[in-house]
């Protein structure tokens, strides 16, 4: 069983943890969290089983699963998940960081801990379903399924203006994955599969991959999010709760950039083409913009969120540059968001329990009176803004070198566009930092502040050695993705000389695979 | 011994994690034994490495070469922290261990009623390993990992006093500005490793050398990249325009001005170059305007540093400006004189800061001792009469004072000599009078600082002269010994007109390879001559500084800065560079910043947004109904849902 099905388990295991939660009592507070945190590590332990076991000297996916699920007279819809290089570390992230965010629960909800501890292990479930689902159908089911908790957390555990972001953030996603809906129909409808790997060997027309890619393109671009598809986020990370803003920042927006290499650009390889250059220069806008709007933010976590933008501008860039460097760089970069800005979502929800504010102007000086905690803000700080042997670095520069690299005519201008995020990222995580940490002798509200507490130590201590790990010996992580991004390299980029055709000329042709 | 190169950055790095990670619980002599003693052995060990290297004929040519692990691999992107110990390396290694645990050693009594003293020697620690990976990388990446780190320990330090805006504000604007320079030397790379497939030194030189590399190909692009990589250093080495973050990154203790803003890290981009002299070679116009920059920077920072009253002022542009002499020196070809005045510089200028540094902390105490806490102890209109309560300072404050003019034998006079000479015989001739006119106010402004600080009356109250004291042994026995190196460390480089060895040149050459050789003069009577006016101007800086600042002759001062009031206080404002660039670049990019985030995001595209969810209100008021946060609830609006889906997928 645990041969041959390791991945079911491994996404299925916390609907073990909803049973068991639905049956302790809600006013065991205690318990409940505990057996949360202790069953995610367990989830945890088990699914690093998925590494040790990782062939990294083949692209095929492994640990592959299919099952004929249902068939009719109009559907035939298998139950197909695997792992490969692309969407390994993304797992592992997922289960890495649910003992973290449950540790960081104990003390950020104050309310209905049962219905909320729920939700979250739903929404891993949701998660870890769309990462591995190699079925259109599947996918779908479990991208939609992945919606609905999340909307509650940021509803019903949310901040002030709660409802308006869980909308907002319902609506614009909801809007999104209806095109994709209609995408994959559409597709079925083409070729009687809703398997991703017979919908790799269909070649559809150029006028159906434009459309086809922008219906995908626009579900995913929300997600990322890519400028101007970005609004939604800002408000959905200042509403939600810690938990679910580490969630949020670092998995949940990673599935709109992993859709983009799994899905929408393997499938249509010739509109990959003609969009590419036009995405980049989305990219580099999010970047800039991201970090321009960051730097005004008074809220620090708007301001954390803000930084997303900016960052995930960069994996954008880097996965249609289309290098074998820049997408590496952006598989890891989307990796590392999620460790450094999952570690900042998680420190600002430390001080916002402390003081119930988050506004920059109300600290100062708290260096002085936080230590501890000071040293760990500036150390994700640094990873945030790409400090070299921290892992932020690493993506970075992989995706710039790759991007100037490739076979773009203007490609040394994407890069160099694209690296004056590395300015404008210390530009504003400095600047605040400054201001939240040094400037003044703390005030009076701020001087009876509490250091960080061993729990809070306990669970920010992973995400440190993983800032160190992949800032210092990266190769452990891009070996095991070597492979299948070479692969997929070569699904979207046939040939390995890129050239830009004439818009007009690929949609009439129909530019073959 | 030759596999243990890593231990020279990785000593410091070990005092730093230990420091930083229990020297709260341990005694401040715990602490400053671990920091100590861990860059003293480096130094060691650094020491034993290169005589062995230069007594061994192998490894004298190639460099010990020491691959640690391997960092980063992608496709053909081979990147290893690995070190390169060579003859350029080794020699800058000596430099930066020595005077760094010279530097250590004083910090122990200059720190020692600080609160943070832990934190100060970890990140001194830091800094040391940050810096000898910057020197001992044997590729570019490497390089820039050192030079990141060494911006960091920057940032860290010189916001050391961090309550207070003033340092935290310097320390940001050092980060930042190095950050625009870093991004000059992120391109610079990514060009080269398009160029030569890859960033290893020794391979890059060797795919030179082999002429594997079309020079009519890739000048061009030779030019570009060596251009972008001079940004680097521009920013690094505090060059215009970049330069603005150095002085105010005086606001850090006063040993860590020595150590990072003086002998070291602000170093690096000059020793960028000369790391990279092949390449630099190669693209004779990027030299021009490495030398005119550097010109330009001596000869601006210099008249700023004529007019400053606060002593680390004065020091502060009097580096920004014996760095633009270094560049000047690289510019016209000159690299082992650039290097010369690297290591020469390195001892009078850290002397000179350990010496304010002991002035400061002298005035500190005298204020301390009369009760007094609005005057401010860098003053050096405060000053005065300082020669009678610390003879060693003062001594050794005038030796360096006496190299960095360039007075005959002291240390300074051989590199800025050979610098300025080199210039002129290549035939710069604009660039060698610029270069001449900056000695002159360089002298001037040095015994300036002599003259008011040191000698005449003490210009304070009876209470606080009683409280001026030498200051104590571990900050004296530093100063005497940089001030022996400063007063003989020339005599590595002695001019060919001397007839003596130059040792310097003797160990440089072999790795400076003539790949595109500039032509000099080679005169004797020329450069006798020239050398000659150099000691003049030298003489001729000091005897005005005597008229207008010796004994009572200061009310002259008074009347030229009233008559000439205009350039006084251009200068004194150091040309309002700095308000320019706030006005230009800061306060527009903030505003910009605010006008993106009020009228893009939230006016239209938040705008368009919500208009669009007016529509759908309706719907959310149905969708609100349903969240009264009972599970049941949830759970049978999901499985709903579910159904939904699969009526319409499955039929």
């Known amino acids: ?513 | 011994m030759t596999n243990y190169v890593w231990l020279i950055p990785v000593l410091p790095l070990a005092g730093f994690l230990v420091n930083g990670l229990f020297g709260s619980r341990m005694s401040r002599k715990v602490v400053s034994w671990i920091a100590n003693l861990t860059i003293f052995a480096s130094f060691v060990f650094a020491l034993v490495l290169y005589i062995h290297m230069l007594g061994t004929p192998a490894l004298s040519e190639e460099g010990i070469h020491n691959i640690l692990f391997p960092w980063l691999n992608v496709g053909a992107f081979h990147i290893n922290f690995a070190f390169l110990f060579d003859r350029i390396s080794g020699t800058m290694t000596l430099m930066v261990a020595g005077v760094g645990f010279l530097i250590h050693v004083y910090s122990v009594g200059y720190m020692a009623e600080e609160d943070g003293y832990f934190r100060y020697f970890a990140y001194l620690n830091l800094f040391m390993f940050a810096m000898l990976t910057l020197v001992l990388a044997d590729n570019l990446l490497l390089m820039f990992v050192g030079w990141e780190g060494v911006g960091l320990c920057s940032y860290l330090l010189i916001g050391f006093y961090y309550t207070t805006k003033v340092a935290s504000d310097a320390g940001k604007k050092a980060f930042l500005v190095n950050r625009i320079g870093d991004f000059g030397f992120l391109l610079g790379m990514f060009l080269l490793f398009y160029l030569f497939g890859t960033l290893q030194f020794p391979q890059m030189k060797e795919i030179i050398l082999s002429h594997h590399i079309l020079p009519e190909l890739t000048t061009g692009l030779i030019t570009i990249a060596t251009l972008l990589m001079f940004v680097g250093a521009v920013g690094k080495s505090a060059q215009l325009p970049l330069y603005v973050w150095l002085p105010d990154a005086m606001a850090g203790p006063t040993p860590v001005s020595a150590l990072i803003h003086a002998a070291t890290m602000v170093t690096s981009g000059v020793y960028m170059i000369v790391r990279l002299n092949f390449l630099f070679q190669l693209a004779p116009n990027t030299l021009l305007i490495v030398a005119w920059v550097g010109g330009i920077t001596a000869l601006f920072a210099a008249t700023i540093g004529t007019v400053q009253n606060d002593i680390k002022k004065v020091l502060a542009y009097s580096t920004v400006s014996q760095l633009g002499y270094m560049f000047l020196g690289l510019g016209v070809g000159a690299f082992v004189a650039g290097f010369f005045h690297i290591i020469t510089h390195a001892f009078f200028k850290a002397l000179l800061f350990l010496g304010s540094g002991s002035v400061i902390h002298a005035m500190h105490h005298a204020y301390h001792h009369a009760g007094i806490h609005d005057k401010d102890p860098q003053d050096i209109r405060n000053m005065g009469g300082l020669r009678k309560y610390m003879p060693v300072t003062y001594w050794t404050f005038l030796v360096a004072t006496l190299a960095i003019s360039g007075f005959p034998v002291f240390s300074g006079f051989f590199s800025k000599d050979e610098i300025l000479w080199k210039a002129f015989a290549s035939g710069h001739k604009t660039l060698w009078a610029i270069g001449a006119f900056a000695a002159l106010l360089t002298s001037f402004y040095m015994f300036r600082l002599i003259y008011v600080a040191f000698l005449g009356n003490f210009r304070g109250g009876e209470k606080e002269e009683e409280g001026l004291h030498e200051s104590p042994r571990s900050m004296t026995v530093p100063l005497t010994i940089l001030g022996i190196l400063a007063a003989v460390g020339g005599f590595i480089g002695f001019p060919r007109i001397f007839h003596l060895p130059n040792i310097l040149e003797e160990v440089l050459e072999p790795m400076i390879p003539a790949v595109n050789p500039v032509h000099y003069l080679h005169n004797v009577s020329t450069e006798w001559t020239m050398m000659g006016i150099s000691v003049a101007i030298a003489i001729l800086g000091w005897l005005i500084a005597r008229t207008f600042y010796a004994g009572e002759s200061a009310k002259l001062v008074e009347g030229l800065s009233n008559t000439f009031s205009y350039i006084h206080k251009l200068l004194l404002n150091k040309y309002y560079v700095d308000e320019i660039y706030f006005a230009l670049v800061v306060h527009p990019v903030k505003r910009i910043g605010e006008f993106l985030w009020y009228y893009i995001d939230v006016i239209l595209i938040d705008g368009t947004v919500n208009l669009a969810g007016m529509l759908a209100t309706c719907c959310g008021r149905v969708i609100t109904l349903f969240q009264n946060g009972s599970v049941k609830m949830y759970a049978f609006s999901m499985l709903t849902g579910i159904l939904i889906l699969f009526w319409i997928f499955v039929g």
């Open chain 1, 1 to 513: 069983m645990l041969n041959t099905h390791l991945l079911s388990i491994v996404t299925f295991l916390p609907l073990l943890a909803v049973v068991v939660l639905a049956i302790i009592p809600g006013r065991q507070e205690k318990t409940l969290k505990q057996f949360a945190v202790g069953f995610s590590l367990v989830h945890f332990l088990v699914s690093l089983l998925l590494v040790v076991r990782f062939d990294s000297t083949v692209y095929k996916v492994q640990f592959e699963e299919i099952i004929p699920w249902f068939s009719t007279r109009f559907a035939a819809v298998n139950y197909h998940i695997g792992l490969d290089g692309i969407n390994l570390w993304i797992v592992m992230l997922t289960t890495f960081l649910a003992p973290i965010i449950f540790l960081s629960v104990y003390s950020s909800v104050t309310k209905k801990h049962k219905s909320f501890l729920i939700n979250m292990f739903l929404l891993e479930v949701g998660i870890l379903g769309s990462l591995v689902s190699l079925n259109t159908f599947i996918f779908y089911l479990f991208w939609e399924v992945m919606l609905i908790p999340m909307y509650f957390i940021i509803g019903v555990w949310g901040g002030e203006r709660r409802i308006y972001a869980a909308v907002k953030f319902f609506i614009y996603t909801m809007a999104g994955s209806l095109l994709m809906l209609v995408a994959i129909i559409y597709m079925y409808l083409q070729t009687g599969s809703f398997e991703l790997f017979d919908l790799y060997a269909h070649t559809f027309s150029g006028r159906e991959q434009v459309y086809l890619f922008a219906a995908f393109a626009i579900a995913f671009a929300i997600k990322v999010p890519i400028f101007p598809f970005h609004t939604w986020l800002p408000d959905a990370h200042t509403e939600a709760p810690t938990a679910g803003s580490v969630i949020l920042a670092g998995v949940l927006l990673k599935l709109g950039t992993y859709g983009f290499i799994r899905f929408a650009m393997p499938l249509f390889p010739s509109a990959v083409k003609i969009f590419a250059p036009y995405v980049i220069v989305l990219g580099i806008i999010g970047i800039i913009y991201g970090a321009l709007v960051a730097m005004v933010q008074k809220d620090v976590k708007k301001l954390v969120a803000y930084s997303s933008v900016s960052h995930l501008g960069y994996v954008m860039v880097g996965l249609f540059a289309l290098t074998l460097y820049s997408v590496q760089g952006a598989m890891l970069q989307m990796i590392n968001h999620g460790i450094s800005t999952g570690a900042l979502f998680l420190l600002v929800g430390i001080i916002y329990e402390r003081r119930h504010t988050r506004l920059i102007s109300e600290y100062g000086g708290l260096a002085k009176v936080m230590p501890v905690y000071a040293v760990l803000f500036m150390i994700f700080t640094l990873s945030s803004i790409g400090l070299p042997l921290t892992n932020g670095f690493v993506g970075e520069f992989l995706i710039l070198m790759g991007t100037f690299k490739s076979a773009y005519p203007y490609a040394f201008w994407y890069a160099a566009f694209a690296a004056v995020g590395v300015i404008l990222g210390a530009v504003y995580m400095l600047w605040m930092y400054q201001r939240v940490f040094f400037n003044v002798e703390p005030s009076e509200k701020n001087l009876k502040l509490k250091d960080a507490s061993l729990r809070e130590r306990i669970y920010l201590l992973p995400l440190l050695v993983m800032v160190f790990w992949i800032g210092l010996y990266p190769s452990f992580f891009l070996k095991r993705m070597d492979k299948s991004v070479e692969h997929y390299i070569k699904l979207i980029q046939p040939t390995t000389q890129l050239v830009v055709p004439d818009p007009t000329a690929a949609v009439d042709e129909g530019v073959q695979k």
